[in-house]
């Protein structure tokens, strides 16, 4: 069983979370698209350095932090069916993928009924599938099938997407992270995986990575309360820190041709290490907020920060950027600002639905942050 301690850090980091990634969906460097090795091109500046520092580097802990506890919760509820299970996970995650992707679908059709939003969503290039094709309006019917089901203009839907794969793969995941003789090379394999940056539609190297390692925390009853001492934090916060200051430098400066690989592995480092820090370092920051009424109320809608903000965060960020380009500091008040207003604006909506409508508040969450 989970401890009463331990089910606070679980919605604590999931709300966190949650909220950390509005922030990494504003960044608006000129290389806005973040891959691990990812170099701005632009000279290293108090906003570049912060910008890509956190987005790219102390906020990187984030996904793999919700499969971790995705893949622990799941492994608690072995008592039930898997079929009975899969059934739930239906309502739970298929169904809030189709409703929030039709409603990015939506949200762009209308957008691009008028000239100005409409020119905001072309530069963003968010709907270009081709050199002819640059907008929704333009989709055939097909396409518009394949952006709702496959592509969606929410993009942050894809984490439900493979976490609803891993889930009806569950099965197959225990037998591979419990039997002694294939646990060993199925976690080579998924680690390699994930050292590769490895991504499908259906799967990618580092859900699947971390939410087995959930699942094989509980089976083991891996002690997640108290750090061994090969899991100080104190240890793993100085890496944590220096390694991702390290490779914003690098980013910025190119030091050497080939540096894609050493800015990919330098993030990994930053990953694990970010994880280890905030989960065995940061207990009583977790007793403090989660100690206050407020907080708590709060981090019932984490679901909707997550299925709210995009993709109404990149047509935003690409309208204040082509409204307020002639102001000093314009990019810093963007990355800050936005996500701020943009998280407040959805904790409102949903608390407003969830006492006005609770039954479609439901629907709409899959029945989270009903309580």
Sequence with gaps: MLSAFNSQKFRFWSFVSMALLVFVHAYNLNENYLQPWTMPHEPLTFTTFTEYWLANGLFRFRIPM??????YLFAIGDTKLHKQR??????????????????GLLLTYVLELFPYSRNVVDATHMMQISDHTKLLHQYQWYEVLARWIFFPVSYQLWFIRV????NLAYPAIRWCVLHPMVRWIFFSVVILLWIATFGSILFEGEGL?????????????FNIDVA?????????????ISVSVIKTILAFQSYFNGIEPVLLFMHKIVVLSGLITVWYGCNRLVKFFMGK??????????????????????????????EMHHFNGYRMFIFILLPIILIFL????????????PKLYSFLTGGRGLQ
């Design 293 to 322: 009424r407020w907080f708590v109320w709060l981090s019932a809608f984490s679901f909707m920060i997550y299925a709210v903000h995009a993709p109404l965060v990149l047509y935003a960020t690409k309208a204040f950027m082509l």
């Design 228 to 240: 061994n001492k090969w899991l100080n934090p104190n240890l793993w916060g100085i890496v944590f």
């Design 163 to 166: 976490l609803l794969i891993y």
């Design 209 to 221: 990575l971390f939410f087995s390692l959930g699942v094989w925390l509980q089976k083991k009853n």
């Design 346 to 357: 959805a904790i409102i909506k949903a608390a407003i639905l969830r006492k006005g409508f």
């Design 86 to 103: 899969v059934g739930k996970r239906v309502r739970t995650l298929l169904y809030p993928y189709l409703i929030w992707s039709a409603v």
């Design 66 to 71: 919700l499969f971790m506890i995705s893949g």
